[in-house]
């Protein structure tokens, strides 16, 4: 196949949640799975959990089999992108030619096809008008069936409004960064972390608890207990501290007996 054949068409045409359009891929579509080879797929934290907990993995292995790392253009911020099988089709590694074996898991960039996404915050109450754009590759046949969806119940059908919602501080983290001058930089270690607590739970969990971490940074008993078993509420803990430690939102309350920490100092 030539390059050019598998380049899709980005639709200049401005989405919002109630826009209709017509789609459906199922098994029947001579098309089927070719969405998935030679395709480009960040992953997001949530899309992390899912993954390795439906593998048995750990996240530091997961990341390891399955990902490649990125710096993300405008923002210089790390993130994973789905690493493709060295075959000639570039293929998904969950894919088969009946289907996606880890489907119930699936990304959230591939729950959205074919829909893209134009923003990356979907906070309650924002203008929804602009957020979405249509992917027409030019294999694609779903557009041919009759089954048609607004936007918002597209979401809902294929469970990524779940997604967005727990990934939703993380979108705002990379947006505001985003907002940044090009001339100012985090520093190697904040990436560090960064990456540790959006993408690698485990590494995190054993910092939040192997560390002076909790002796630094007050939280509730409760809040405490429960981060060390739930990936879910521990991914949204790491988030709100790296709020506070990155664009310094006041969402931890520091210990006094403990001196400030500094963005650029070296944690135990």
Not at 235 to 240: D, N, P, S, V
Not at 242 to 261: I, P, R, S
């Amino acid at each position: 196949m030539e390059k050019q054949d598998k380049m899709a068409d980005i639709t200049p045409i401005r989405l919002g949640m109630d826009s209709k359009f017509q789609f459906k891929c199922h098994k029947g579509v001579e098309c089927f799975t070719k969405c998935c080879r030679g395709i480009n797929i960040i992953l997001t934290p949530y899309d992390i959990l899912r993954l390795k907990n439906r593998l048995g993995l750990s996240s530091e292995d997961f990341l390891a089999i399955y990902t490649e790392p990125r710096l993300m253009e405008k923002t210089d911020l790390p993130v994973v992108t789905l690493r493709l099988l060295d075959d000639e089709e570039e293929s998904c590694p969950f894919v088969r030619e009946d289907g996606c074996i880890i489907y119930k898991d699936r990304p959230t960039t591939c729950r959205y096809y074919p829909v893209g996404v134009a923003t990356l915050t979907h906070k309650e109450g924002a203008d929804d008008e602009g957020f979405f754009f249509f992917v027409n590759e030019p294999h694609c046949r779903g557009f041919e069936e009759e089954a048609e969806w607004t936007v918002r119940d597209w979401r809902k059908d294929q469970g990524v409004d779940i997604h967005d919602e727990i990934n939703q501080e993380w979108t705002d983290l990379v947006v505001r960064k985003r907002s940044f001058p090009q001339n100012i930089k985090l520093t190697d270690k904040s990436k560090e972390l960064f990456f540790m607590a959006s993408y690698n739970i485990d590494n995190f969990r054993r910092f939040v608890f192997e560390s002076s971490f909790l002796t630094r940074y007050q939280a509730p008993p409760e809040t405490v207990e429960k981060i060390k078993t739930d990936d879910i509420a521990l991914l949204k803990f790491g988030l709100e501290w790296l709020k506070g430690l990155l664009f310094n939102y006041e969402n931890f309350e520091m210990n006094m007996e403990q001196q400030t920490v500094s963005i650029k100092e070296n944690h135990p």
